[in-house]
């Protein structure tokens, strides 16, 4: 009672004599600072879309555009050769001034004008600047004179200390390639996967879609192409995304994992005080748009959509379709622990929590020994089976009364956190089957303590370790990764622990306790979250998981064979699913499009002519000057092709577009309906590290990275993540399904360490032999 009494601001009874008005001050001071805390987030909102609108010029740029014009009038002449004159004329205050005010008045509103003009003139002069590609294209270390006068233009017309979303309103739209050209890079893609049959056939297909309906349906995506500001995102949001009614659980979310070698604390509470702490950290450089745009080569900037919905989003299930709902800075977390959901606040009048005050807000959670209302403990499971039964149980029993206040909590907190009672991590006398073990767990845990539809949730195990997984149609791995590389950094180096391994920071005694969520949850209910549950189950125990680290050698020396890493792992990627299967297969590698507005991804097909050409002569036992020939021949056309795909030249987002008008028109096109059904049997991607200045490998070379992971697309595929950790070692997260008797994670995985090494051999320059390779490793 004592905390509800500090919770009323004022009360009052009615006596005879009158009314008594008491007030707590206290709690007055409280509702103060939280406002302002509201109003000074607007301030700070609305500014920023002051300097962002007027970018790449500043506020205090019209202020010397006026000055110039009054100083240039007081010289008696006219910069704007009479259109001073002409405003004045057509002013509806100019009887009640004089004609010295309506003088200024004119100027100012022409320095006004002009200064806009500019403004749209430098923005467009900057959109057609970014247009430009052919850096891309040219030869690590020789830059032509064309763009190194490019890279100075750019830097004029960029303007000075860019905020997050700066870039914005100059950044080029996504080019709509011409069909005829698209249509042959996908010949070209599938030749080596097809019969000389096969093959003719789909030619045919292709040519009588080129010349029929190809160009009414290019038409229309040009048409979209000029209104929308990106001809992909959104049908590639809703029909690939959210029109999935299939579980979101391994088939869509992926993971993110802690640091390979080390634990910051061995205390669960701590970890996670620290974790919600850098997270909420982020979130505010984030509103406050204090993070840099991301740039390529420090000069090309980059598309930062994507963030705006990182924090107090959820994917809302729907029958048909679901949809993403963000809502604004939320003051609290949702945490799950042994079956019971809570509300964490993470303020307190205004003032966000220390990382001492959040441990031991958790450590009140852990304490808690009140067991799970009836239907509370597995209710998660509902996010993690098909959509259907989940919309349907979502209207009918979470629509009102306190199932909906207690899932209204969960959907618009700014995060969701387990606190997961099992211990993970590189760990035990089998290292190796621990971390597979790691990232199943962080891939669908026991399917009911996580809230896959969040956009991220945060996973504290019971010795310390943590990890994330991210919900996917809100937006692309990289930009995850960019948070999580964060959110370690700060956690270790930034905020650190005591000797103990406790939180640093001060404490308030009279911090709220956190909340228990209450639920009326039916039988009928009950039902359908054990259906659910039996689905997701049945998925998470088909998924096969095996992550190692390849730490023989790293991008350093695959750099010394003047191969990009990338396509060198790629390569190796597709001698080893040779080696596996004794086939070829269709390869999606993810390749990023945010060189354009509200770009997200491309497809690079990695299985190509060349690369097919180059296992082929190796596994034959060809000479080794031919097979490092072609070596050199596929890892640069796979250059080429990822180079193209970022660049906005790719295959499959447009035939993907071209599919989607089609339907929208009720046209069947044979073509596009079996380009569109072909299975991705190796789905592959890396992660990028986007913020080495945070960590210090030189230093501290165990705090490394152990990446993240995704499930397999194909039922009869492979799935494979993989990050490039400095100069020395590459970490891999390869998945399949249990299912197949013709897929084995850690048989694929011992052919990707094999492959690697075998590339090197051939690409090391001033290697003698096999021999002497062998023996130099």
């Not at 634990?263 to 993070?291: C, D, H, S, V």
Request: hydrophobic share 40%; with cysteine.
């Amino acid at each position: 009672m004592a905390e509800a009494h500090q919770a009323v601001a004022f009360q009052f009874t009615i006596t005879p004599e009158g009314i008594d008005l008491q007030l707590s001050h206290e709690a007055l001071r409280q509702v103060y600072l939280s406002g302002l805390r509201s109003w000074k987030k607007r301030f700070i909102r609305m500014k920023n879309s002051v300097i962002t609108g007027v970018y790449p010029a500043s506020p205090s740029s019209w202020l010397f555009v006026v000055i110039a014009i009054l100083a240039t009038m007081y010289t008696r002449s006219d910069p704007s050769m009479g259109l001073i004159a002409k405003i004045q004329e057509h002013l509806p205050v100019s009887q009640s001034l004089s004609a010295q005010c309506q003088t200024v008045v004119s100027a100012v509103l022409f320095s006004t004008l002009l200064w806009l003009s500019l403004i749209f003139t430098m923005r467009l002069c900057l959109k057609q600047l970014l247009s430009y590609h052919g850096w891309m294209f040219e030869q690590h270390g020789k830059i032509s004179n064309t763009t190194k006068v490019w890279v100075a233009l750019v830097r004029i017309f960029s303007g000075r200390q860019p905020l997050l979303y700066s870039y914005q309103g100059s950044l080029p739209n996504l080019p709509v390639p011409a069909v005829k050209d698209t249509i042959k890079r996908y010949l070209e893609s599938v030749r080596p996967l097809m019969s000389e049959s096969e093959f003719e056939r789909m030619s045919t297909l292709a040519t009588e879609f080129e010349g029929g309906l190809g160009n009414r349906l290019q038409w229309y995506l040009k048409l979209k192409a000029l209104w929308a500001a990106n001809y992909v995102s959104d049908w590639w949001e809703e029909y690939i995304y959210l029109r999935g009614r299939s579980p979101i659980m391994v088939n869509s979310n992926y993971y993110g994992m802690d640091f390979l070698y080390v634990t910051p604390t061995p205390i669960q509470a701590a970890r996670a005080g620290n974790t919600i702490q850098a997270f909420l950290l982020y979130r505010r450089k984030l509103n406050r748009e204090e993070m840099k745009p991301w740039l390529l080569r420090s000069s090309v900037p980059c598309c930062s959509y994507q963030f705006e919905r990182m924090f107090d989003t959820c994917r809302i299930p729907g029958e048909t379709t679901d949809t993403v709902q963000h809502w604004q800075d939320s003051d609290y977390v949702a945490v799950y622990h042994r079956g019971r959901y809570f509300r964490l606040w993470v303020y307190k009048a205004g003032r966000m929590l220390t990382s001492r005050e959040i441990e031991l807000q958790i450590q009140k959670i852990l304490d808690d020994s009140s067991p799970p209302l009836p239907g509370e403990d597995k209710l998660g499971a509902l996010t993690a089976g098909d959509r259907v039964p989940w919309a349907k149980v979502r209207k009918q029993f979470f629509s009102t009364g306190v199932n909906k206040r207690s899932l209204d909590c969960i959907e618009k907190a700014a995060f969701f956190v387990t606190l997961d009672d099992d211990e993970q991590g590189m760990m035990g006398d089998d290292p190796a089957a621990s971390l597979d073990r790691y990232a199943k767990s962080l891939l669908h845990g026991k399917c009911y303590d996580r809230w896959f539809d969040k956009s991220f949730s945060v996973v504290v195990y019971k010795n310390g370790k943590n990890g994330l997984n991210a919900e996917h149609s809100w937006a692309d791995a990289p930009v995850v990764a960019h948070l999580w590389e964060f959110v370690l950094a700060t956690d270790s180096f930034q905020l650190g622990y005591d000797e103990e391994g406790h939180c640093k920071g001060d404490v308030d005694p009279k911090l709220p306790q956190p909340q228990r969520l209450s639920w009326e949850i039916p039988p009928e209910c009950e039902e359908v979250v054990s259906q659910s549950l039996a689905v997701a189950q049945a998925l998470a125990d088909d998924v096969d998981f095996h992550v190692f680290s390849f730490s023989d050698f790293g991008k350093g020396k695959i750099k010394k064979c003047r191969i990009s890493p990338d396509a060198f792992i790629q390569l190796a990627l597709q001698l080893a699913y040779y080696r596996d299967r004794g086939l070829f297969c269709l390869t999606y590698e993810a390749s990023m499009t945010r060189l354009f507005r509200e770009g997200r991804t491309e497809t690079v097909r990695s299985c190509t002519n060349e690369s097919c050409a180059f296992v082929k002569a190796l596994e034959s036992g060809e000479d080794e000057d031919l097979c490092r020939r072609l070596l050199r021949l596929a890892t640069d056309k796979h250059q080429n092709l990822y180079r193209m795909a970022m660049t906005g030249a790719g295959i499959d987002r447009h035939l993907f577009c071209l599919y989607v008008v089609s339907k929208y028109l009720g046209l069947e096109s044979p073509f596009l309906k079996e380009v569109l059904s072909e299975p991705w049997r190796l789905s592959t991607s890396q992660t990028p590290v986007q913020q080495v200045e945070l960590f210090d490998l030189v230093n501290h070379p165990e705090y490394i990275s152990c990446g993240g992971g995704f499930g397999p697309v194909a039922d009869d595929g492979y799935g494979v993540s993989y990050i490039i950790v400095g100069e020395n070692m590459i970490n891999f997260h390869v998945s399949c399904k249990h299912s197949c008797a013709q897929t084995d994670s850690h048989r694929y995985g011992a052919h990707i360490r094999q492959a690697l090494l075998d590339l090197l051999l051939l690409g090391e320059p001033g290697r003698p032999g096999k021999a002497q390779a062998k023996k130099d490793l």
